[in-house]
């Protein structure tokens, strides 16, 4: 008995010198800033959204389209196989862009998996490029302009509605 006992006692005390050390997270991620979950998905730990893995599969769209089209998506489609249905997925607000970015970085400005360096092709998102992306975010006063951020730097500006821009769906975590 006394055994178990020391053996549960240093079972615990390992895992929460890991859990503090950032070796763990609890859910087996090892504390990544991004984790792959295989299902054509990665979670962004920091903010809990779930970002498509693919940050490229539809081309340039104008708004519209891209607003349409980051709706429609669904489980079967670039590669998802989350049981996701149309109407999960939808394009970004200019705030969780903010919250992707990572500006120690250029070229994009998103960090790798482990949140420790500069992102590269397949760690965890493939596909992504240096160039605008659309936000969900509009201006209230102007029915045809609309937020795109420039993912090689972080930068955020408006742009009519017509222009055509990168798509890269998001959801909520659950």
């Known amino acids: 008995m006394r055994k178990l006992l020391v053996l549960v006692v240093m079972t615990a005390f390992v895992a929460t010198v890991l859990f503090l050390l950032g070796l763990s997270d609890g859910n087996g991620a090892g504390g990544n800033r991004f984790v792959d979950l295989g299902n054509g998905t990665v979670r ?3 903010t809990g959204l779930i970002w498509l893995k693919d940050a490229n ?5 104008a708004w519209q389209d891209a607003m349409d089209t980051a709706t429609s998506l669904a489980d079967g489609q670039c590669g998802l ?18 919250a992707l970015f990572d500006t120690n970085y250029y070229g994009p400005a998103l960090s790798n998996a482990a949140g420790t360096g500069k992102w590269s092709e397949g760690d965890a998102f493939i596909n992504v490029q240096s160039r605008f992306y659309w ?9 045809n302009v609309s937020l795109a951020v420039r993912l090689s730097n ?4 408006s742009y009519e509605k017509t222009n055509s821009f990168y798509v890269w769906p998001v959801r909520g975590g659950n």
Do not use: H, I, M, Q
């Open 154 to 157: 972080g930068l955020v500006s």
């Open 57 to 61: 599969c539809f081309g340039t769209k």
């Open 81 to 98: 196989t989350d049981g996701s249905v149309a109407g999960n997925w939808r394009l970004p607000t200019k705030e969780e862009w903010d």
């Open 44 to 46: 962004d730990t920091s």
């Open 135 to 143: 936000t969900s975010t509009t201006y209230a006063s102007t029915g």
